[in-house]
């Protein structure tokens, strides 16, 4: 259930290996001396491919901090990040945008759409930027599974919220990244609407063999991933794997139970 | 309190989203304030210059002008004979007279024939040294002049052409040429704006400049001790009779003064319209900032109105914080108007206009008045969107902010806009096809009114289309970068059009006045070629005469075929209907005028006018007075007898050339006015004899060699000469409207940076998905150029038309020619494409330094 059925690539790009992305002890500090604050601490953590990964974690845990490092959208202080085969710590910011837009997909929790631009046009925006040409079977196919072939001419504020967060998906999907990184994607959404969302996420792993990984605290949004992750003060403190929503909670509660107690 | 203490908070925490609008407060007031601190300095310092120079009275002939300028036709001053010195002495509480002598009407070249007279338009004075003149300068070197070979002349002229004591100097008067050395150098205590003066002694001066000895053109009379100036006056008055014009230090003073008045006040007002126009386009920039900052705080004041804020809070505090930007920029403006007045002094300088920034004045009501224009200016314009903040519903509070779209308004302003341009259009076409151009020019300004208001109410709406157009054209070859920017402008019509409207404004009048003025060369050019017969024309281009030595130089070069001089003086005329017309111009020239000027004629033959007592008369004239060939007119010649001349010729009125002129003959002139009062020549005509014209053309610059101050031109260096002047005049236009430009250039910088601002997020979201700094950078600049080549087009559109318009307007005074310059347009075109271009440079750059992270944070 959990591989994918191709694994579509582009370019020849990347090799086989079964890890999308990589981090090598990375750290996250901001300032200095006394006011030293480590959002990362250390660490180590591999993101398989075709896989949907959730990271997890209290405010502050740096969760956010990791995703933003693994997409290149951010700097860390030390360590390495892998993309694929890849080092992106280090690279100049000409090569990490165009790391980013050739490679990875995106989606917000909010904001995640271009006002001036409809619906196809904010999808195949990645594309035009890089000049090229959207693959018009795949970007049909994907606009299918995200169902929204009807509303392709709609400019994003006649689309509701679940809409607007779907055509981010497509955008997602419709580059062909190798990875896609989502921050609590369905934050602002209900819960019906965050549902049909996260039930995209897992389709495009399993059946267009996407590799996912998405920064959420909503235990139903992790029970979606085929592996949580979940972080503490910057450091990657347990695992999970295909977990349920109720186990997710439960671990959670631990969590907050010794962060009282502690 | 609370309400004023948030303006201030939030005029603080957006003081930088504020600058660009204070600074173009601060340019429009430090305008409005230099142009009255530099005028009020110029009225000091001649204010100054007036009263040192005036001795407590002074008396002059009848005939001389109230300012003591010297100049009659014939080219001397006029004068009163010396015994009036005697007489004036002979009055009660005269302390002492002393007459002196001096003109105007000469020129003064170094010994190597280089023009020695102000380049700045100051007059040229020779005169006799007197005690009077002692009072107010010091000789610093060498001596006063003694004898017919010397000559003082003033440091200022000294310093300014490396003139030092045994150099040669030629006084070129209508008497002559004299030459002297230069035997000291006297220095003004006062400051000297710009006249060059040179000192002879009295005989010497009387011998220069009248051609007799025994006569004064001034007496300088000082008052005994206790003796008032008025009293003095009367005293002199008493002693003379009313025989001789008798003035008060004060009266001449105030006689100077009103004609440096006449020319300040034009300078003045020319200017201060200037800083009109740049406030006007400083409105659209200010309106623009306060829109945005009320869009971007829509949430914020939804919060205040849903806490209890009432909308008249709300809007008092957005007018609050325009009153604080008009404050901040005004103040800055008034102390930057000053500097720009030291500035203007110093340019003055450079071009020979001698202003001492110890004169500096400021009077109160300066800065006051830039306070207050620079105040009224910021709150009017923030009235608009502070009443739109004022309707901001609390519910704005919890919705997400978002361009409310308000196409119900955008369709009443497309009709209002359009109405208003229909109208101005209209009003345009009557100016156009109006007979009068009294009448015409009252409708042409109606309908450059209306039709600009009516560009400015509809340009928001034209926006769309514009822009879509200019996007086709311009921006789809850069694909999706291109596509993203012409939306981006198109996002927000109402401040696209603003951006673009302040703009319009100074690009209009450019396009304008580039069209009047290059169909007033092609049109002078078309004349020129109908009418002119002649070869050469030889005048003065300050409109002083030809000295009789300089037209007997013209008549002696070879290989001319004719010479015609030209002559102008007043008379009285007397015509059939039994009126009478008092100082009527009228023309003498060479019965060969009717071979050099083709002037056209409804009735007889021109030539016919030069014939013994014969005249004619212009169309208007004509037909006003009664008069047809035949009638006889009886004119009385100013300084002569009357005479009794018959019509021979009516001229048309059609014509730009030497429009209305009525001629006679030189030597009918000579019949009634002796000669020693005859007028001396305005201009000369020359033709060359068949097929020697370059030798000929050669030859008279050769023999006008030594009169620098006569310009000797061929019809193609005339032609040349006009443009060059037009060009000039326009230059000088266009360098005050750079003013209203460069305000406008800061609108276009102003709604790019706002705009980014507003676009953090975007901008944040396109980085993050793979556009690079570079693409993001590109994208702000086409849509600033988008922006810019959209208020050009409007301006160039409607400065066309009102140019046009003005052409058929002036056509009646003969702008027959319409004569777009397309260069000019095309350049004005390309030009804002660069304009936009450089407005975008901070903003994109910023843009591109924009950290993706804290874009993309969610609050």
């Known amino acids: 259930m959990t591989s994918a059925v191709t694994i579509p690539r582009h370019g020849g790009t990347g090799g086989t290996t079964a890890v999308a992305a990589r981090a090598r002890q990375v750290v996250k500090a901001y300032g200095s001396g006394e006011t030293r604050v480590v959002a990362l601490d250390h660490v180590d953590v591999d993101i398989a491919r075709g896989q949907f990964t959730a990271i997890m974690g209290p405010s502050g845990s740096g969760k956010s901090t990791l995703m933003h490092c693994l997409a290149g959208l951010d700097t860390v202080t030390s360590g390495q990040i892998y993309l694929d085969d890849t080092e992106i710590t280090g690279l100049k910011d000409k090569k990490l945008t165009r790391l980013r837009r050739d490679r990875i997909g995106f989606i917000f929790q909010a904001f995640n759409l271009l006002p001036t631009l409809n619906a196809l046009e904010n999808i195949t925006l990645p594309m035009d930027i890089a000049g090229r040409k959207p693959d018009k079977a795949w970007l049909d196919r994907v606009v299918e599974t995200v169902g929204l072939a009807?509303?392709?001419?709609?400019?994003?504020?006649?689309?509701?919220?679940?809409?607007?967060?779907?055509?981010?998906?497509?955008?997602?999907?419709?580059?062909?990244?190798?990875?896609?990184?989502?921050?609590?994607?369905?934050?602002?959404?209900?819960?019906?609407?965050?549902?049909?969302?996260?039930?995209?996420?897992?389709?495009?792993?399993?059946?267009?063999?996407?590799?996912?990984?998405?920064?959420?605290?909503?235990?139903?949004?992790?029970?979606?991933?085929?592996?949580?992750?979940?972080?503490?003060?910057?450091?990657?403190?347990?695992?999970?794997?295909?977990?349920?929503?109720?186990?997710?909670?439960?671990?959670?509660?631990?969590?907050?139970?010794?962060?009282?107690?502690? | 309190?609370?309400?004023?203490?948030?303006?201030?908070?939030?005029?603080?925490?957006?003081?930088?989203?504020?600058?660009?609008?204070?600074?173009?407060?601060?340019?429009?007031?430090?305008?409005?304030?230099?142009?009255?601190?530099?005028?009020?300095?110029?009225?000091?310092?001649?204010?100054?210059?007036f009263a040192a120079t005036a001795s407590d009275v002074t008396v002059s002939s009848k005939d001389a002008d109230d300012g003591g300028e010297t100049t009659a036709g014939n080219g001397k001053p006029p004068v009163i004979p010396a015994a009036v010195v005697d007489q004036v002495r002979g009055a009660q509480g005269v302390k002492s007279a002393e007459g002196t002598v001096f003109s105007t009407s000469v020129t003064v070249v170094d010994g190597d024939k280089d023009n020695l007279s102000p380049t700045s338009g100051g007059p040229t004075i020779v005169g006799s040294w007197n005690a009077n003149d002692a009072r107010t300068m010091e000789i610093t070197d060498g001596a006063a002049p003694e004898g017919a070979d010397q000559i003082m002349v003033d440091a200022d002229t000294a310093d300014k052409h490396d003139l030092a004591l045994g150099d040669e100097i030629g006084v070129i008067s209508a008497l002559g040429t004299h030459t002297a050395k230069i035997s000291g150098i006297a220095d003004f205590t006062v400051t000297n704006p710009g006249a060059a003066i040179f000192f002879l002694d009295t005989a010497t001066a009387q011998r220069t400049l009248v051609g007799e000895s025994g006569v004064y053109t001034n007496v300088n009379v000082t008052a005994a001790a206790g003796v008032s100036d008025d009293q003095l006056k009367r005293n002199v008055l008493t002693a003379l009779g009313t025989d001789y014009k008798v003035q008060t230090a004060k009266e001449s003073a105030d006689a100077n003064k009103e004609s440096v008045g006449d020319f300040m006040d034009v300078l003045k007002y020319a200017m201060l319209g200037f800083a009109g126009i740049a406030f006007l386009v400083g409105i659209f920039l200010i309106i623009n900032t306060f829109s945005m900052l009320v869009a971007q705080r829509t949430r914020e004041i939804g919060l205040m109105r849903a806490i209890g804020s009432s909308r008249k809070q709300v809007n008092r505090s957005v007018l609050i914080e325009a009153l604080l930007l008009g404050l901040v920029g005004s103040v800055?403006?008034?102390?930057?108007?000053?500097?720009?007045?030291?500035?203007?002094?110093?340019?003055?300088?450079?071009?020979?206009?001698?202003?001492?920034?110890s004169d500096l004045t400021v009077a109160w009501t300066t800065p006051a008045l830039g306070l207050l224009l620079g105040v009224v200016v910021t709150v009017l314009a923030a009235y608009l969107p502070a009443r739109r903040a004022g309707k901001i519903s609390p519910m704005a509070a919890l919705r997400d902010a978002g361009t409310p779209a308000d196409a119900k308004a955008g369709r009443i302003r497309g009709l209002t806009g359009l109405v208003l341009t229909g109208a101005g259009g209209y009003t345009l076409y009557l100016a156009g096809s109006a007979d009068k151009a009294t009448?015409?020019?009252?409708?042409?300004?109606?309908?450059?009114?209306?039709?600009?208001?009516?560009?400015?109410?509809?340009?928001?709406?034209?926006?769309?289309?514009?822009?879509?157009?200019?996007?086709?054209?311009?921006?789809?070859?850069?694909?999706?970068?291109?596509?993203?920017?012409?939306?981006?402008?198109l996002r927000n019509p109402r401040r696209t059009g603003a951006t673009g409207a302040a703009l319009m404004i100074g690009l209009a009048l450019v396009a304008c006045l580039s069209v009047v003025g290059s169909s007033m060369v092609a049109s002078a050019t078309e004349e020129l070629d109908k009418v002119v017969g002649t070869d050469f024309i030889v005048q003065d281009d300050n409109g002083m005469d030809l000295t009789p030595e300089a037209v007997a130089a013209i008549r002696a070069t070879e290989g001319l075929d004719r010479v015609t001089e030209y002559k102008w003086t007043q008379a009285d005329f007397t015509t059939p209907d039994g009126k009478t017309s008092d100082d009527t111009a009228i023309t003498a020239t060479d019965p060969t005028y009717a071979v050099d000027m083709r002037m056209e004629t409804v009735e007889g033959k021109l030539a016919d006018a030069f014939r013994p007592d014969s005249m004619s008369v212009h169309e208007d004239y004509a037909k006003d007075h009664g008069i047809t060939l035949g009638s006889t007119v009886d004119v009385a010649f100013e300084g002569g007898r009357t005479g009794t001349l018959t019509v021979r010729a009516v001229t048309s009125s059609e014509g730009v050339i030497d429009a209305g002129a009525m001629y006679t003959s030189?030597?009918?002139?000579?019949?009634?006015?002796?000669?020693?009062?005859?007028?001396?020549?305005?201009?000369?005509?020359?033709?060359?004899?068949?097929?020697?014209?370059?030798?000929?053309?050669?030859?008279?610059?050769?023999?006008?060699?030594?009169?620098?101050?006569?310009?000797?031109r061929d019809q193609t260096d005339y032609k040349e000469a006009l443009k060059d002047q037009i060009g000039q005049l326009l230059n000088m236009i266009y360098g005050l409207l750079a003013l209203a430009i460069v305000v406008a250039i800061l609108g276009v910088v102003n709604t790019l940076a706002l705009s980014v601002v507003e676009r953090t997020r975007e901008i944040g979201l396109m980085r993050a998905i793979g556009l690079s700094r570079r693409q993001l950078r590109r994208m702000i600049r086409m849509e600033s150029v988008v922006i810019a080549l959209f208020g050009a087009l409007l301006g160039l559109g409607l400065g066309l038309g009102w140019g046009a318009t003005a052409q058929q307007l002036l056509a009646l005074e003969g702008l027959k020619v319409l004569d777009i310059p397309w260069p000019t347009i095309a350049g004005v075109f390309v030009g804002s494409a660069f304009v936009g271009l450089f407005a975008a440079l901070v903003p994109a750059f910023r843009a591109g330094r924009m950290n993706v992270l804290n874009a993309i944070a969610t609050e």
């Not at chain 1, 990244?177 to 965050?194: H, K, M, V, Y």
């Not at chain 2, 407060?25 to 009225?43: I, N, Q, R």
């Open chain 2, 439 to 489: 009448e015409g020019s009252l409708w042409l300004g109606l309908g450059v009114v209306l039709s600009l208001i009516g560009f400015v109410v509809v340009g928001p709406v034209l926006a769309s289309g514009v822009v879509r157009v200019l996007g086709a054209v311009l921006l789809r070859a850069f694909g999706p970068v291109g596509r993203m920017a012409e939306r981006n402008a």
């Open chain 2, 332 to 357: 800055l403006g008034v102390g930057a108007g000053i500097g720009l007045a030291v500035g203007l002094m110093k340019l003055m300088g450079a071009i020979g206009m001698e202003l001492s920034t």
């Open chain 2, 1 to 49: 309190m609370t309400v004023l203490k948030t303006s201030m908070r939030n005029f603080l925490a957006h003081k930088g989203r504020m600058a660009l609008s204070a600074v173009a407060v601060l340019l429009s007031v430090a305008f409005v304030c230099g142009t009255l601190v530099f005028t009020d300095t110029m009225g000091t310092t001649f204010d100054k210059l």
């Open chain 2, 666 to 712: 030189i030597d009918t002139l000579a019949r009634y006015v002796p000669a020693d009062k005859m007028p001396l020549t305005m201009m000369v005509l020359a033709s060359a004899k068949d097929g020697q014209k370059d030798a000929a053309y050669a030859a008279l610059k050769q023999s006008m060699d030594r009169f620098p101050q006569f310009e000797v």
């Open chain 1, 150 to 262: 009807e509303r392709l001419k709609h400019r994003p504020t006649q689309l509701s919220g679940g809409q607007q967060q779907r055509v981010a998906v497509a955008r997602a999907l419709a580059a062909r990244p190798e990875i896609i990184f989502g921050d609590e994607p369905t934050g602002n959404l209900d819960s019906r609407a965050g549902a049909e969302v996260l039930g995209f996420l897992r389709r495009s792993v399993d059946e267009l063999g996407q590799t996912i990984v998405m920064v959420t605290h909503d235990p139903v949004a992790a029970s979606y991933a085929d592996r949580v992750l979940y972080l503490a003060d910057g450091r990657i403190v347990d695992e999970m794997h295909q977990p349920t929503a109720e186990q997710v909670l439960d671990r959670m509660k631990d969590f907050d139970a010794r962060g009282r107690t502690s």
